[in-house]
């Protein structure tokens, strides 16, 4: 079983940055596809970002694509999701999710394993 957990998250101000982490554990492969989503209060889930094994491919939200960066390290079993010009709309849970089929996967049930979410609130 493969756990993933997340850390980072806050309450800042718009226009702050802030980086998110997530760490994997238990049976987690390097060559998953992880990714990012975020859900808003009385809001579907939606896509952020991805990552494949390589690093090199990634793929990202419209909303979030000159803003956000994802990467990951294989070696710490981890993915960073580098949040900048955070504006009060990017606030939600954001979870961090694992094993997609590709880093172009975009819907919540192309993953099979998810962390429990961290909270990120952004101030006007």
Do not use: H
């Not at 990951?72 to 954001?94: G, H, I």
């Amino acid at each position: 079983q493969v756990q993933l957990v997340e850390s980072g998250g806050g309450f800042v101000q718009a226009g702050d940055s802030l980086r998110l982490s997530c760490a994997a554990s238990g049976g987690f492969d390097n060559r998953y596809v992880l990714g990012w989503f975020r859900q808003a209060p009385g809001k579907e889930r939606e896509f952020v970002a991805a990552i494949g094994w390589s690093r090199y491919n990634t793929n990202y939200a419209g909303s979030t694509k000159d803003r956000f960066t994802i990467s990951r390290d294989n070696a710490k079993k981890t993915v960073y999701l580098q949040m900048s010009s955070l504006k009060p709309e990017d606030t939600a849970v954001y979870y961090c999710a694992a094993g997609g089929i590709t880093w172009l996967a975009v819907l919540p049930s192309n993953y099979n394993y998810w962390g429990q979410g961290t909270q990120v609130t952004v101030s006007s």
